[in-house]
């Protein structure tokens, strides 16, 4: 017998989700199971401009949570609120790619410290961002280290209230 959606009261042999992974996620565990229902499964299309829209927010909130600590810090100055996009941008593509890498190396001073070092690893990337990009300075390891916790601590107020 065809599902029926308790949302919308329509009956259909399509199981709708999300995401293209929770489609993945679903046909391997039938696959494993060797369970062969007689339901497809779709995703339902994502509309790209509200997709949009959330990365500009995003980027903003970011951006202002930037500028926001770089003005609280004594230590820490930053030019404009456009160098503070940049610089939440060149932040996030180092948190990205080289911040894992540098998790796994000190992994045991990581444990040591019972996960302090992970405090020192934040400084360091906001520390080698502001080599990088002009406008933004961070006057030594201390004010990286404090900058880095306040921005976590903005980032999180500002997320909370965008919501």
């Known amino acids: 017998e065809p599902a029926t959606f308790a949302s919308t009261g329509r009956r259909s042999n399509q199981v709708e ?10 046909q391997g565990i039938l696959l494993f199971l060797k369970i062969d229902l007689p ?5 339902q299309p994502k509309n790209s401009t509200i997709e949009h829209m959330g990365i500009l927010i ?12 770089a003005r609280v810090i004594p230590g820490v100055s930053i030019n404009s609120f456009v160098t503070a996009i940049i610089v939440s941008v060149v ?26 070092f992970t405090f020192v690893i934040n400084a360091l990337m ?15 390891f201390w004010a ?6 306040v921005l976590s601590l903005v980032s999180s107020v500002l997320r909370a209230l965008s919501k």
């Open 39 to 43: 339901y497809t499964l779709t995703t």
């Open 126 to 140: 906001v520390y080698l961002v502001a080599t990088f990009i002009p406008g933004f300075h961070v006057n030594g």
């Open 58 to 69: 995003n980027l903003l909130i970011n951006g202002l949570a930037v500028y926001i600590s």
């Open 91 to 116: 932040l996030g593509v180092v948190n990205t790619f080289l911040k894992p890498i540098l998790f796994i190396l000190t992994l045991p001073a990581t444990i040591l410290t019972l996960g302090l």
């Open 144 to 149: 990286a280290l404090i900058f880095s916790l």
């Open 17 to 26: 989700l999300q995401s293209p992974i929770q489609r993945s996620i679903i």
